[in-house]
């Protein structure tokens, strides 16, 4: 059973930094492309940063850009998403996922996912 967890997400002030985890259960990640999403209140979901399965290369939107790292470790499963520099418009929940079908490169990785994880809030106001 293909399960995503993840953790990390809190308040922290403008200008600071969360890592965020997705750990992997049921499943290896090293084929599977891999992607972090994001929903702010009344606001449809939108992509963060992905891993695409077809060539490795990873990809972010352009709000993220420059402060956002998106990396995984395949000895622990786990994929990461660290986040430098938030601002209080990164404020929202914070969703992995992940699917074996392979998606293409650049924003095409945002598209075509069949698992999620629940979630994760982060909250970022002084």
């Known amino acids: 059973q293909v399960q995503l967890v993840e953790s990390g997400g809190g308040l922290v002030q403008p200008g600071g930094s969360l890592r965020l985890s997705c750990a992997a259960f049921?499943?290896?990640?090293?084929?599977?492309?891999i992607g972090w999403f994001r929903q702010a209140p009344g606001k449809e979901r939108e992509g963060v940063s992905c891993?695409?399965?077809?060539?490795?290369?990873?990809y972010y939107a352009d709000s993220v850009k420059g402060r956002f790292t998106i990396s995984r470790s395949n000895a622990k499963n786990t994929v990461y998403l660290q986040m430098n520099s938030l601002k209080p418009e990164d404020t929202a929940v914070y969703y992995c996922?992940?699917?074996?079908?392979?998606?293409?490169?650049?924003?095409?990785?945002?598209?075509?996912?069949?698992?999620w994880g629940q979630g994760t809030q982060v909250t970022v106001s002084s």
């Open positions: 996922a992940t699917t074996p079908r392979r998606l293409g490169s650049g924003y095409a990785c945002f598209r075509g996912y069949d698992f």
């Open positions: 049921g499943f290896t990640l090293d084929d599977y492309a």
């Open positions: 891993i695409s399965n077809s060539d490795g290369s990873t």
